[in-house]
């Protein structure tokens, strides 16, 4: 008996066939997540790192003005600092972020952020009243000297 293979039998087996390249990207994927994960926990660069300690910190409190502008107050004297006038984009964003968990936790814009320096070079902005954190190298040098720039101000 002579079998003979129909062009239909012989599409069938070729469309059955799956692609190699989508398991060797699958694999790619969870390689890469394993070892980013053992270079974080590794190095305790991860979210549950401890801070450094602060070299210096200070509490402020960011006012909006009816014209635009930002004021910020010292958190401990009540003295304005400065007005920022225009965009302040960064500024304006990383606030905006933190207090978005503060109103939706019932908790006003009247209590004092910290920023603080830490003596491996890091600066961070922390809302004591949630618990939130935003380390600000993350945002490259410029928007770090956004906030650092706050730490050596006397007040007007």
């Known amino acids: 008996m002579n079998q003979m293979h129909s062009p239909a039998m012989t599409h069938k087996a ?5 692609p190699h390249w989508v398991l060797y990207c699958a694999a790619g994927i969870i390689a890469f997540s394993l070892i980013s994960v053992g270079l974080i926990r590794i190095t305790g ?4 790192q401890r801070m450094a300690a ?4 200070r509490s402020l409190v960011f006012q909006d003005q009816k ?10 004297t009540g003295k304005t600092l400065t007005v920022l006038q ?3 984009g960064f500024v304006r964003g990383t606030l905006r972020a933190l207090t978005r968990e503060r109103y939706s936790r019932g908790i006003g814009s009247e209590l004092p952020f910290d920023v603080i320096a830490r003596v491996d070079g890091r600066v ?3 809302d004591p009243s949630t618990g939130y954190r935003i380390d600000l190298e993350s945002f490259g040098p410029s ?3 956004e906030f650092s720039r706050f730490l050596g101000m006397q007040a007007e």
Request: charged fraction near 20%; hydrophobic fraction near 30%; glycine fraction near 16%.
């Open 14 to 18: 070729s469309t059955d066939h799956f």
């Open 86 to 88: 225009g965009e302040q």
């Open 54 to 57: 602060s070299t210096v910190q």
């Open 143 to 145: 928007n770090v000297a």
């Open 45 to 48: 660069n991860g979210p549950d």
């Open 124 to 126: 961070t902005l922390v």
């Open 67 to 76: 014209d635009g502008g930002v004021r910020v107050v010292d958190g401990v």
